[in-house]
């Protein structure tokens, strides 16, 4: 503990600092080390001047420094909650909240409706925002909702089913028109902000709430720029994303930041101490133009992990300020009981092996830092791969599909990567299928999943590609998902199975079915996913979360099992 130092707040170059005075002789005998500078005064005492973030603010505070008022005023923006009274909000139609979901509500009020919201999906963020919209809408008189385009109408049905006097506007189109009077709430996607951005200033929101806020990540596009520019204006800014860590811990910042610059600092140092892998990866490799090849690669053992403890004290740090996460076992009772299984089939197809081996040839020019700097050696192999993979698995597919339709009466979710894949069994299962993809409308998606929804819904399979049924979607009616090609990225993944694993599942149990060609690369995409949902379970979950996808591999199936698998989920 360090007594009589006191932390005071000081302007450097229109920045914010503290400056730590710390007696000279004192200073040289202390662990008190924090990045910045010395400056000696000249009564001999040392001033440390280092950045506002929450982690020095913490490690000031452990060390027993006081504050200033100023800095204690800071530290209550960074750490503080105030008081709420809500106790309790009425929905529409007798909906009632969730023990947890009230919590959430609470949550976005004590932090002054600023909050990044990652509940796992499919435990109800959406009708959480809601909530606090009602019992906030003396103050919350407008409200913008920045979501996919394929979400935009699930968010009307939303504000429909739980609060009648929402007075939602959906904006469709790049054409401008005036917003009627009477409308408190407006819903638009990413790609509509840029003619928008004026209109959206002037309705001068109360409220900005971005969902699937996972994708603004990148902070050097020109959407994240819109989104800041509407930030700056706005009181309350809502993040709903169940994977805010896409691929590395540098996701966090742009959300973080947005929310309060005081909880993370500079992009820079934070960078510097959560993100080794990525500052190793750089020095590597000139605009880390071999990421897609070393997805490929088995982990090796020069990459450098991020410190544990580092991981401990960032989720520490985000849990104590404006994160607020809860895992589907936590609320286990509400849900049903989850079941994955991977089935690995083994191709002869000559083709595809020579596709296979010129993509290692690839992969291998890549690693060897061969070909010109920032620029990819041939990326036709590795497109062509992909290809294949879905096609060498289409006889099995269907083999699979016949089985289920005929041993179930239950619905079905087909997931792949490619459209032309999905288009293929479409056209195979047309009388009993609905097909969505990225050449549907927002609004006949929207009319496909409601139907889908339906009791008396004869169809019962939806096939769909990853981007276009991977977020945003409620597909409760089925309870098995097939996924025939895997996404990039861990955070796709989870984001994909919670469509059909949510609070309004009726099912007792889900079945998730993978198919893997063995022995091929695909199996190394498997394992650069385990690697990235482990990352974001370390961080996020502070490692509690349990199994990656890698770990049900361990435990596959053959083909042969098809039908046992089957009869195992009934």
């Keep these: 503990m360090m007594a009589n130092i006191t932390a005071e707040l000081i302007h450097l170059r229109g920045l ?11 200073a040289c005998t202390t662990d008190f080390d924090f990045t910045g500078y010395n400056e000696e005064s000249k009564d001999n005492s040392l001033n440390r001047v280092i950045e506002i973030n929450a982690f020095n603010l913490w490690e000031l505070e452990n060390n027993g420094v ?11 923006l960074v750490f503080g909650k105030r008081k709420t009274d809500i106790e309790n909000v009425a929905l529409n139609n007798g909906h009632k909240l969730k023990k947890y979901q009230l919590e959430g509500v609470r949550f976005m009020d004590q932090k ?9 999906m499919g435990l109800g963020k959406t009708i959480q925002v809601i909530a606090y919209m009602m019992a906030r809408k003396d103050k919350i008189k407008r409200t913008v909702v920045v979501c996919p385009a394929h979400i935009k109408l699930n968010w009307k049905d939303e504000f429909g089913m739980f609060w009648k006097d929402s007075h939602v506007e959906v904006i469709f189109g790049t054409k401008l028109y005036k917003i009627p009077a009477n409308k408190r709430v407006l819903v638009l996607n990413q790609h509509l902000l840029k003619s928008w951005i004026m209109e959206l200033c002037a309705f001068k929101p109360n409220l900005l709430v971005i969902d699937e806020a996972h994708s603004l990540v990148n902070r050097r596009t020109k959407t994240f720029g819109y989104i800041e520019n509407l930030a700056e204006n706005t009181k309350r800014i809502i993040l709903l994303t169940g994977s805010p860590l896409v691929n590395s811990p540098k996701d966090l910042w742009s959300l973080v930041n947005m929310l309060n610059p005081l909880i993370l600092g500079g992009y820079t140092r934070y960078i510097h101490h959560f993100c080794p892998e990525h500052e190793y990866h ?9 990421a897609w090849a070393r997805r490929l690669q088995p982990q090796k053992e020069t990459t450098i992990p991020i410190n544990m403890e580092n991981k401990r ?20 009772k509400y849900l049903p009981k989850q079941i994955r299984k991977v089935i690995k089939i083994q191709i002869d197809n ?51 599909i016949d089985l289920f339709l005929e041993e179930s009466t239950e619905k079905l979710i087909v997931a792949g990567w490619h459209i032309n894949l999905m288009e293929k069994l479409h056209k195979k299962y047309e009388k009993v299928s609905y097909l969505i993809t990225g050449k549907v409308s927002t609004k006949k998606k929207h009319e496909i999943k ?6 008396d819904s004869a169809k019962r399979i939806i096939f769909g590609n990853l981007k276009s049924i991977g977020t945003g979607s409620t597909l409760t009616a089925a309870s098995t998902m097939l996924t025939v090609e895997l996404p990039y990225t861990g955070a796709d993944l989870d984001q994909l199975e919670a469509r059909i694993h949510r609070i309004s599942q009726k099912a ?31 961080i996020l979950d502070n490692n509690t979360k349990g199994r990656t996808i890698k770990d049900v591999a361990d435990d596959s199936v053959d083909t042969d099992m098809l039908k046992t698998l089957l009869l195992e989920k009934q």
Excluded at 67 to 76: G, I, Q
Excluded at 366 to 390: H, N
Aim: aromatic share 12%; net charge positive; with cysteine.
């Design 16 to 26: 914010d600092r503290i400056l730590v005075k710390i007696p000279f002789k004192k």
């Design 112 to 120: 002054r409706g600023r909050v990044l919201l990652t509940d796992e």
């Design 508 to 538: 007792k149990s889900v079945l998730y079915v993978y198919f893997i060609i063995k022995d091929s690369l695909e199996e190394r995409i498997l394992e650069y996913i385990s690697r990235k949902q482990k990352e974001a379970y370390d």
């Design 282 to 290: 750089a020095m590597q490799t000139k605009f880390n133009r071999n």
């Design 66 to 76: 006081e504050f200033s008022e100023e800095v204690s005023t800071l530290y209550k």
């Design 313 to 332: 004290v960032l989720h520490e740090v985000l849990v104590s300020t404006v994160m607020l996460r809860r895992l589907k076992k936590e609320v286990a």
């Design 450 to 455: 409601v139907q889908f929804q339906s009791k």
């Design 350 to 400: 000559k083709t595809f092996w020579k596709a296979e081996r010129e993509l290692r040839a690839v992969i291998q020019e890549e690693l060897a830092g061969r070909g010109k700097d920032g620029e990819i050696v041939d990326f036709k192999p590795y497109s062509r791969m992909r290809r294949l993979v879905g096609e060498q698995k289409f006889e099995y597919i269907c083999e699979w």
